[in-house]
């Protein structure tokens, strides 16, 4: 058996085995071993059925007598009912939902359930229970008394993931196997060893035994704290050799006195801030020096980003220099395009903007209205960005296709995506100079310190933690269901007194999940509640130029109630919308509900939140009131890291950062001690030359790091 072996090779498999592996993204040996399992079930906690009680969480280990998947009519939902035993008494399990657990689980199955135990009319039932089928009790745990349990999908069963993992272990890890790490480069431990004493972490090899097969909890807690440490550390360490690379870059000197700033500022309809007046210090101050700027710029929605960008865009016009303004979506790139006119016009300045997105380029301004901007050809706009006579383009991603060159791009502007490389700078920068542009990231993404330290330790922070003055409190309320008429009340007064307002669902259409969809929503809310204004739906699956349009008619208020999922998150400028409602909340992060939340605190007209959820237990509440009191984004993306577990937090797989290494991300010390590491590691020796392993190591990861 190799590590570089496919398990098909190595294993009997079936066809549906084959498709589940294929599913989980399983496919050689190697796959296997670092499959970690999700939890770990002892022997301690097993209860007879006798001493059950309401209430408590728990595991029981028995067999199947009779187990139907039936329908409840009246509330159309599917629920599978089982009758299980022990040696001691009788109790049923109830799945919700889950029609397929009886195609799985048969009569005469011994299992192991976990779950909660509930009380009904008929007596007590274990509801929803994670379930296990397992050969024989004795067998649970091969005697050691903790039993690793693996996330499964259809036809592989976490017990075929033990045996199958146990065997693999045994291979590798015998006497008779002493030369593996000849074989096996892959098993040798990429971090350092006086790293792994220092903080008391168990070697690659004992972690990979204690993880799978742990004598103890004390074990398997052991080594998941060194596998979420090994991620941590080699993200950093990445980032920060990114970083380092970078730096030996040249960009562009760009100077502007104070006068000249001060000036420019002046003009402005509102004094700035002290954080956005710091974070232009840092930009500016980055700009005189000889290597280029990697700047994140974080702030809440709403604390003035859009100026910051604005000012350092002027600083690189006024040098005679370009600016790419990069936006994640078409709708996005769209508003800034127009914000970016508005400072501009305002400030009586005659930049040329462009914009270019994958449906259409504008050029502003207009020859015909010097106010507005027009429509122009996609080479037309290339010329004029080639030949530096428009010097601000904004774009989406087709701002960095091989057919969009610049004259001299100075500086990139980034909206919510902080991954943006050396090597995307470079292709934007061309062959035209060796020097790079200067980047400055934005964000109203509030993130936990912990992941901030990780995903960030490329770029320097600076933090926009204060709001414009004069905004009135957003007044946010948990609304009970039997309220919902009132919030309907204040929406109707709202729009009556000019304002619009927008209504949040979790879903397009109706799905597999119970909750509120955008489709039957809207329809609803014309026919049954306001029949009197106009409705329009936004969602992903709207085409951008049907998007542009019905946004384009939502700020014009052709438009009242916009009925929208959660894309209008990122970034929807409508000051003039001043309720939100959001439905089923309980289904999204607090971050991310805050940040929806923010669209409706962009003037200075009170503005409202009403949150309706269909979960009602202690804890959603407990949750959902935190964003009543929190003061801020970062506030509650703590909160959620802490109440709501890492794997859960908002968004948190598009880091790029697996469960376990979640867990390192409660952990402060541990992220500082990595990224400690990391930096004294990247400091002494940049090129890694004494640390082969690591540079191995690092080339792997980035292969499976794909860019968009
Ligand atoms: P962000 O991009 O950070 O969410 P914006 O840049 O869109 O925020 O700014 C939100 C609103 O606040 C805009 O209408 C902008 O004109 C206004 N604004 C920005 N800075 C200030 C300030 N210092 N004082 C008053 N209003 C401001
Ligand atoms: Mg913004």
Redesign the pocket.
């Known amino acids: 058996m190799q590590l570089s072996s496919l398990i098909e090779e190595n294993f009997r498999l079936t066809e549906r085995q084959k498709k589940g592996l294929k599913k989980m993204g399983l496919k050689i040996i190697r796959d296997l071993l670092f499959y970690f399992p999700s939890r770990y079930e002892s022997f301690s906690e097993r209860k007879n059925i006798i001493d059950l009680k309401e209430g408590e969480k728990t595991t029981i280990y028995g067999k199947i007598n009779e187990i139907k998947a039936e329908k409840s009519w009246r509330k159309r939902r599917y629920y599978t009912e089982a009758m299980v035993s022990d040696q001691t008494g009788f109790i049923a399990a109830i799945w919700f939902n889950q029609p397929f657990v009886s195609k799985i689980l048969k009569p005469e199955d011994k299992v192991a359930l976990t779950g909660k135990i509930a009380n009904s009319k008929k007596g007590l039932y274990i509801a929803n229970p994670v379930y296990e089928k397992i050969s024989s009790y004795e067998a649970l745990g091969e005697g050691a008394g903790i039993l690793a349990i693996y996330s499964e999908t259809r036809g592989i069963s976490s017990r075929w993931l033990r045996f199958a993992i146990q065997k693999i272990l045994k291979s590798f890890f015998t006497k008779d196997r002493p030369s593996l790490t000849k074989d096996d480069p892959l098993l040798i431990d990429p971090i350092p060893e006086n790293i792994l004493t220092n903080y008391h972490l168990p070697s690659l090899k004992s972690a990979l035994i204690f993880i799978h097969t742990p004598q103890k909890l004390s074990d398997a807690e052991a080594a998941r704290k060194r596998f979420s440490f090994e991620e941590i550390f080699f993200i950093q360490l990445a980032r920060l050799k990114e970083r380092k690379k970078h730096d030996e870059h040249h960009s562009f000197s760009i100077k502007i006195s104070d006068k000249e700033l001060n000036d420019f500022l002046s003009i402005f ?5 002290s954080a ?1 007046k710091k974070a232009i210090e840092h930009i500016i101050n980055d700009f005189s020096k000889q290597s280029a700027m990697s700047r994140l710029l974080e ?9 910051v960008a604005v000012v350092a865009s002027y600083a690189i016009v006024k040098n005679g220099y370009q600016v790419a303004y990069m936006a994640p979506t078409e709708i996005l790139a769209q508003q800034h395009f127009q ?1 970016f006119i508005n400072y501009f016009s305002q400030l009586r300045l005659t930049t040329k903007i462009g914009l270019i997105t994958s449906s259409e380029c504008k050029k502003y301004p207009s020859k015909i209205n010097p106010k507005e901007p027009t429509h122009i050809s996609r080479p037309q706009l290339l010329k004029w960005v080639g030949n530096g006579e428009i010097p601000i383009l904004i774009g989406t991603h087709s701002l960095i296709q091989k057919s969009v060159e610049f004259e001299n791009l100075a500086l990139v502007i980034i909206d919510e995506q902080h991954r943006f490389g050396t090597r995307q700078r470079a292709v934007l920068a061309k062959e035209k100079s060796d020097k790079i542009p200067h980047l400055l990231s ?1 964000t ?1 993404t509030p993130i936990p310190r912990t992941l901030a330290l990780t995903v960030y330790s490329d770029l320097d922070l600076s933090l ?1 933690d204060e709001m ?3 905004r009135q409190k957003i007044i946010t309320e948990i609304i009970a269901p039997n309220q919902r008429h009132k919030s309907y009340k204040k929406i109707r007064e709202e729009i009556n007194n000019g304002r619009q307002a927008y209504v949040i669902c979790p879903l397009i259409e109706t799905g597999k999940i119970e909750a509120k969809n955008v489709t039957d929503e809207a329809k609803r809310l014309k026919k049954e509640v306001f029949p009197e204004f106009e409705i329009g739906i936004l969602h992903g699956r709207i085409l951008p130029k049907e998007k542009e349009k019905i946004l384009q008619d939502f700020r014009k208020n052709k438009i009242q109630i916009l009925v929208s999922t959660s894309v209008i998150e990122v ?1 929807i ?1 409508v ?1 003039n919308a001043t309720v939100i409602l959001i439905e089923g909340a309980e289904r999204f992060g607090l971050a991310q509900l805050h940040q929806l939340r ?1 669209r409706v605190m ?2 200075n007209h009170q503005s409202y939140c009403f949150i309706f959820t269909d979960a009602n237990s202690d804890k959603t509440r407990e949750r959902l009131n935190a964003l009543v009191s929190a003061k801020n984004g970062f506030e509650l993306a703590e909160y959620d890291l802490q109440f709501r577990g890492p794997g859960e937090l908002s968004g948190a797989k598009q880091w790029g950062i697996s469960d376990i290494g979640m867990e390192a991300l409660k952990n402060i010390k541990m992220v500082e001690a990595a990224r400690q590491e990391a930096q004294k590691i990247i400091s002494e020796d940049p090129d890694l030359k004494k640390y082969p392993l690591i540079l191995e190591r690092l080339r792997n990861q980035n292969k499976e790091i794909h860019f968009e």
């Open positions: 309809p509102f004094e700035l801030t956005q702030g809440d929605v709403g604390s003035g980003k859009t100026a914000s934005m109203a926009l414009p003055p004069a970034g400028d000051p923010g962009r003037s």
